[in-house]
């Protein structure tokens, strides 16, 4: 199955000036998400959908593919990453469009080494259409009605351990998307068709759209590379 990566990295941003250039942990933000699909195993080509010849830049020496800068009308601050996608898809791949895209995220940074690696296993192996990634939730959760209304039983409240797997609540964390491209090219939606997800960790939750978030990745990216559990820094 031939897989490509599409990194989507808009030049504008409001919480972070230049947020995708930003350094964190000894390099561009970008470069963890760049790096990550290229250690990946899979993927044969990653394609970067920017507005900004900058970013462009940063991105070509770091060996991605930018064959063009995205069209202004996709780089607005309600362009809808699908359509950024489509774009990529029909005029920044090779000739061979591929069966698959990665779609990882350049706010989520932080990705333990072999995450995409089983993530992409799991989907391939599946035959599923899309796949998500997913961190569980701890449960005891309520809805914000007028009457506030839990989604367990709080006369039998179960420890954390005891709760049933059927009975675990997960939450799309956005660090990548998986997905075949015809499914995504019928219905025009990056979770299409038979659906599963990829559980990560706690650290790879990590998301990046405010100035104090990037203490935290830092401390994430620190913590893992301690553990050789990330993409080393390239010097």
Known sequence: MICDAIVLARGGSKGIPRKNLVPVHGKPLIAWTIEAAQQAGFVRDVIVSTDSEEIA?????????????????????????????????????????????????VTSPVRRRGTLANAFRHF???????????????????????????????????????IPPDDRYYRETGNFYLFRTESFERTGARLPGRISFSETSDEEVVEFDEPQDIAVAELMLERLERNLDVHPIQM
């Open 57 to 105: 830049e940063a991105a070509r020496a770091l060996g991605a593919r930018v064959p063009m800068l995205r069209p202004d009308a996709f780089a607005t601050d309600t362009s809808p990453a699908e359509a950024s996608l489509r774009h990529a898809l029909a005029h920044m791949c090779r000739d061979e469009k591929p069966d698959a895209v990665l779609f990882p995220q």
């Open 124 to 162: 391939a192996d599946g035959n599923y259409d899309s796949l998500f990634s997913a961190r569980l939730i701890r449960n005891y959760i309520w809805r914000n009605l007028p009457e506030p209304q839990p989604l367990y039983d709080p006369h039998n409240r179960l420890m954390r351990q005891q």
